[in-house]
């Protein structure tokens, strides 16, 4: 498995319309094979910024097997507006992961 985090800079006027793109860009992101779990948060200190955090079966099954299919496709659709807000795109390899018992 291999984590992907792309951090947005959106500015205020495009935060709403960014957050519906992405509630509709999750379905064919969900679809594909490659993804194992996706998690899109918001900055509570500074509100202009986004992480979006992503789960790959591993860096080769994101980087040609998702981006050679069809819901990759369907994916950039929605997103592509914001490309250009994308002020960081890296891969990282999980080194330890923990949850407190409840």
């Given at each position: 498995?291999?984590?992907?985090?792309?951090r947005?800079?959106?500015?205020?006027?495009?935060?709403?319309?960014?957050?519906?793109?992405?509630?509709?860009?999750?379905?064919?992101?969900?679809?594909?094979?490659?993804?194992?779990?996706?998690?899109?948060s918001?900055?509570?200190?500074?509100?202009?910024?986004?992480?979006?955090?992503?789960?790959?079966?591993?860096?080769?099954?994101?980087?040609?097997?998702?981006?050679?299919?069809?819901?990759f496709?369907?994916?950039?659709?929605?997103?592509?507006?914001?490309?250009?807000?994308?002020?960081?795109?890296?891969?990282?390899?999980?080194?330890s992961?923990?949850?407190?018992?409840?």
């Open positions: 498995m291999i984590v992907e985090y792309t947005y800079k959106i500015d205020e006027q495009r935060r709403g319309t960014f957050e519906k793109a992405y509630k509709k860009a999750v379905e064919p992101l969900a679809a594909s094979s490659h993804c194992l779990a996706y998690e899109l918001h900055c509570t200190e500074a509100p202009e910024y986004y992480v979006l955090r992503i789960e790959w079966d591993s860096e080769e099954g994101h980087l040609k097997g998702f981006r050679s299919s069809p819901e496709k369907s994916f950039f659709a929605f997103i592509q507006p914001y490309v250009k807000d994308i002020e960081e795109m890296r891969h990282y390899q999980v080194l992961t923990g949850r407190k018992p409840t």
